[in-house]
Structure formats: C-alpha cells, structure tokens
C-alpha cells in the first residue's frame, strides 16, 4: 500500500513539473505526449534532449508560462508560421484560459524557425524581439549546433516574459545599437570637403570686387513705374496623387491559426 | 476659302477641340480641359507678334566754343595709345591706364564737349585710406602683398560716360504655376494650376551710364557705380585743373547696346515683381519699347590706383564721388589650400561625431 502511495504521489509531483498549467487549472485537459521538446528529427543527442527538457520545463514552470521547441524535417508545402500555430494548439501548450506560452519550430529540410506565441505571448514576444531571437539563433542553427539555438531561446524567452511583467516588452528600441556604418567614414569628409569648398569660395570671393552689372535698377526714375494692364488668366490644373508611406510600427502583430486562435509570432531562414 | 480658328493646348501644344459633353475646349492628347475664353484670351496674349523696340536720340554733346579749350593739352601714352585730356598746368607723366611714360602732343582738339561733369568729392588722400580698408577682413590676401605694397601711382581721372534718360513701355508674359497639397488617410495630393499672367505698363529711367572709353575696362567701371546725378553741374573746362581727362572713343549710339540690356533686365525685374503669389513664375516673352529715349555725354571722377605684384598690375578704381573702391586682389593659393583642408577635417570630424550621437539616439 505504501508502495502504491509512493507511486501515486511520484506521478503528481511529475505531472506538476511537466504540465503545470494543466495541473493547476485544470483547463485544457492532460496532455503528457506533448513534452515541451519534440524533436522528431533526433538532431539532438540523448544528454542534450533532456537538458533542453529541463530547461524548457523549469523556466515555464518558474515563469508560469509556456516555452516549447518543435523540430520537424519538412513542412509539406505549409508555411512555418502555420504550421508553428498548429503545433501550439494542438500540443495544447500555454498556461491559463489565455493560453500564456511561445513555440519555436524548426525544419531542418526547409532550414526556415518560426515563432509562434499566445495569450501573454503575443505581448512579451513583440514583432522585434521574435527577429532579435531568430538573430541570437541563426549562426548556431546554420551550424547545426541545435542545443545552443535551443538554450538562446529558453533564456531570452524567459528575458522577454520578465521584461513584460515589468511593464516594458522587448521592442525595437531595446535592440542593441550596431555600429555606425563604414559609409560615414567617407560622407563626412565628402561633406567636411564640400562645406570648405563653399567657404573657401566665399573668401576667394571676397577678393574679386570687379564685376559687370546686369540690370540698372538704381537708376528707374522715382514714381515712373505704373501698371497699366494686369491679367491673370486661369488655364488648367493637374492633381497628381501618391500612396502614404506606412509608418514601420512597434509592438506585436497578431493572425489567427486554422483552429481559429489568435498568435503572434514570425519567421525567417537559416 | 474660310479661315478656321485653330487654338493649341498651352499644356502639351496639340490642336485642342471643342468638347460637346463638358461645353469646353478639350485637348485630345493631354486631355486637359479648358474654358473658350480663357484660351481665347491666351492665344490673343500671346500671338501679339510685337518685338523689342529701343531706338535712342544719340545726338549728345556740345561744340567747344572759341578760345574755351584752350587751356587744354593732350597727351598719348607711348605704350597703350591712350589719348589723355589734362590742363597745360597738369604734370603728366604716366598713363593711369598702364602706368608707361605719356608725352604731351600739344593743343586739345576735336572731340565733343561734354555736356555735365560731377567734380570730384573726395581727394587722393581718401582714396589711400579706401584702399586699406579695402585690403582689411579678407583671409586669403597675400600678407606679403599687403605689407610691401606701395602705391605705383594714383591718378584722378574724368572718365567719359554717356548718361541714357528714357521711357519704357513694357509688356511681359508669364506662366505661373500655383501648388497646392493635401492628404487624406492614404494619399498625398498635389493640384497644380496654370495661369497665363501678364503686364503691362510703363517705367522711366533715367541717366544710366555706359563708358565711352575703350581703355577703361567696363566692368571696373560698372563696379564703381552707382554715380549720383544730384552733384552734376554744367561742363567747364576749369574743373580739369589738376586732373586728367579721357577722350570718348566709343560713341553714344555704339553705346546704347548696353544700355538696353540693362533697361530691359531692370524693367522685366520691375514688372515681375509685381507678379505674386504664385508658386513659379516663368517668363515667356518680354516686349519692352522705348520713348523719348535720350543720351547726355557727362565727365564722371574715378581714382584710378595702380600696383604692381609679382610682375602683374593691378587696378583699383574709386569712385570719386561716393568713395566706393573696387579691384580684384591676388589670392594666396597656399593659404587657400590650407584653409580647405583645415575645414574638411574639422567639419568631417564634427559630422561624424553628429552621426554617431544620432546613431545612438536612434535617428540613423
């Protein structure tokens, strides 16, 4: 009888460590074949898979919101976005009624990752902070060092979510500052070059006093002028109409999935 | 055989037809509409046919009477050629026009008296001083020329001057554009109109100069003006004591070629600034005829100073009545070349150093 206690309690206590939303409230129902890593493909070693399990599995404990990984060899033709939101849903992932949790898939054939997120998702993970993780990823996923991709998006994931509780999401304006561009080094003397032309050729300028007049102005006799005839005559008019430019926005861009859920998310190669 | 009125598109110059639907003249190229009488009007404006008409009265000049030029002698430079006017108690000794030894030929004659003479108002003595004024504030003079300077020799001269005094009757055509934008939630708009404007009037002017003497380079003369009509007194041959005079040799009517330029310039700048609140204003044809046009042959005061630098001459005009000083200055090339590069690296530096800031602010 101890035994099976023993038994029973070991199941609780790993069911609220693997799918804690679910445990705790009970929504969605139990889903223990959906673990927070699936890779289908194998392209992690046995040590690897269950380290990223760990790490997935206690962040989104910790943060009480859901980050899994999908790695799939072939998307069939769909695209990574869809097929990210599908695997979301029908993994049942995200914690709460508002589904709180993000999913990076990855195809190994297609070499594309797509984000998709949900619930609390959609505001932690702005359009910004999904580019700047599939930034932190790429090299390490065009080098097949999976694990390593894998790690970037639990810990900047988990980043993201405590930015956003804080009260400010990653978003544009935290993206780090790239060096100036090299093309400076040359504009600025073009223009240092430019600016000394102009001045210099105003002190030269100076020197040359002797110059012919054009007109002879100073000497219209005062009150002689009178306009006798003044017409001003409408002919035609043209209206040219061009498209606003749209102003590149910040924030979170959301779409709807197959199952009629609203995600956030993007995508991009490697 | 009838004669069928055929108007032209201001727009793209096709035959424009009269369009039954709209009851306007349509332009079946551009597809520009147009009301009848505004293109009516257009056409009459501007298929006048008129042409520039600037004919002078050029009889200026009086005749010397007895005995009333006898105190003058004339002198030519040996160099240049330059015929020189000065009274029998004037010591010339150099042309002020190249600075070569003049010799005295004898008794003035021929030539016509001049009408008016402005005397000089200001003596030798200003017009040094004009002169270092005129070398002061400026960076890329020599300072070798500044400080070996030394005057070759400053000379008063009268210079021959034919004054034009005339009425314009001028009639200028444009076309004005006036633009005007707007937006809406997904468009720019830009609505151009075109008008056909014109004016027409009348404008005087009065004593323009033109220099009747080939030696003296036009354009140091032109610089020198304005001179003012108000100190002009009748010609005597007294007011040459102690100065040079110079001979006319272009006459009033070869002159009147640049005094009609400079009339029609002036009255088209007069009319068009009457011309406002368009967006563009492009002048398409200009009539400017001229009345009463008449021609005055005055002596007027220059100062001419001479220096010589590095084997060249250099020139400097005052005028003698309003003390302005004009003449081209040497530039010192290496100064010139230093400043250049001086300002490239600061303002390279400081454009770099701004387009980092605004890279760090976000803005680049």
């Known amino acids: ?270 | 055989m009838s004669h069928v009125q055929e108007y032209k598109c201001p727009r793209c110059g096709g035959a424009v037809a009269f369009d039954s639907g709209t009851q306007k003249l349509k332009c079946p190229y551009c597809g520009t509409e147009f009301d009848i009488e505004a293109l009516e009007s257009y056409e009459n404006d501007t298929d006048s046919g008129q042409t520039d008409d600037m004919n002078w009265e050029t009889s200026a000049g009086g005749q010397w009477q007895a005995g009333e030029a006898e105190g003058l002698c004339t002198f030519v430079c040996k160099s240049c050629g330059g015929e020189i006017v000065g009274d029998e108690n004037t010591a010339a000794t150099s042309c002020p026009f190249c600075g070569n030894p003049v010799v005295m030929t004898g008794q003035f004659s021929g030539a016509l008296k001049p009408d008016y003479i402005i005397p000089f108002k200001l003596d030798k003595k200003a017009a040094k001083a004009a002169l270092q004024k005129h070398y002061g504030g400026k960076r890329l003079l020599p300072p070798i020329f500044r400080d070996q300077n030394h005057i070759d020799e400053i000379k008063g001269v009268y210079v021959p001057f034919w004054l034009f005094d005339a009425d314009a009757e001028v009639s200028v055509h444009y076309k004005a554009t006036s633009v005007q934008n707007w937006s809406d939630s997904n468009y720019n708009y830009t609505e151009t109109s075109y008008f056909s404007v014109s004016r027409s009037g009348v404008i005087g002017f009065e004593q323009v100069p033109v220099d009747g003497s080939t030696k003296m380079p036009d354009d140091l003369m032109e610089s020198i003006e304005p001179f003012r009509f108000d100190d002009a007194v009748e010609f005597k041959a007294a007011h040459l004591a102690g100065y040079l005079a110079d001979k006319y040799d272009v006459d009033a009517a070869q002159s009147t070629e640049r005094a009609n330029t400079r009339i029609k310039r002036s009255a088209e700048e007069a009319f068009a600034s009457t011309v406002k609140g368009y967006t563009s204003v492009t002048p398409e044809t200009s009539i400017v005829k001229l009345y009463g046009g008449s021609a005055k042959y005055a002596l007027l005061p220059v100062w001419l100073l001479n220096t010589t630098w590095n084997g060249e001459i250099f020139t400097f005009a005052m005028n003698g009545q309003t003390g302005k000083l004009v003449g081209d200055l040497p530039v010192d090339r290496g100064a010139a070349r230093k400043w250049t590069i001086g300002i490239t690296v600061l303002c390279g530096a400081v454009v770099y150093g701004l387009a980092w800031l605004l890279h760090l602010a976000g803005a680049l």
């Not at chain 1, 029908?90 to 594309?112: C, P």
């Not at chain 1, 002879?216 to 043209?238: I, Q, W």
Request: glycine fraction near 10%; aromatic fraction near 10%.
């Open chain 1, 1 to 270: 009888m101890k035994k099976i206690w023993t038994f029973f309690l070991l199941l609780v206590f790993c069911f609220s460590i693997s799918v804690p939303a679910l445990a705790e409230d009970g929504a969605g129902g139990f889903a223990d074949a959906h673990y927070r890593l699936q890779d289908s493909v194998g392209v992690l070693t046995e040590e690897e898979n269950s380290e990223i399990q760990n790490l997935l599995d206690e962040t989104s404990v910790q943060l009480q919101f859901d980050l899994a990984v999908v790695v799939v060899d072939t998307l069939d033709g769909r695209s990574a976005q869809e097929w990210a939101d599908d695997s979301f849903d029908s993994g049942q992932f995200g914690y709460g009624s508002n589904k709180d949790g993000a999913l990076l898939l990855i195809s190994t054939v297609d070499r594309t990752w797509a984000i998709s997120t949900c619930g609390y998702g959609i505001t932690a993970f702005t359009d910004a902070g999904i580019q700047y993780i599939g930034e932190q990823m790429r090299d390490d996923l065009a080098a097949g060092n999976y694990a390593e991709a894998f790690r970037t998006f639990a810990r900047q994931g988990g980043q993201f979510v405590t930015m956003a509780r804080e009260g400010r999401p990653f978003d544009s304006s935290d993206l780090p500052k790239k060096p100036l561009s090299w093309i400076w080094l040359i504009i600025s003397p073009a223009i240092g070059f430019v600016v000394a032309i102009i001045v210099v050729g105003s002190m030269k300028r100076q020197l040359r006093t002797v110059r012919r007049q054009a007109a002879a102005g100073g000497y219209v006799r005062e009150g002689s002028m009178n306009v006798t005839e003044s017409k001003d005559l409408f002919l035609y008019h043209t209206i040219d109409r061009t498209e606003k430019a749209k102003n590149t926005s910040s924030g979170s861009s959301t779409h709807t999935s197959s199952s009629g859920t609203t995600h956030g998310g993007g995508s991009g190669k490697f």
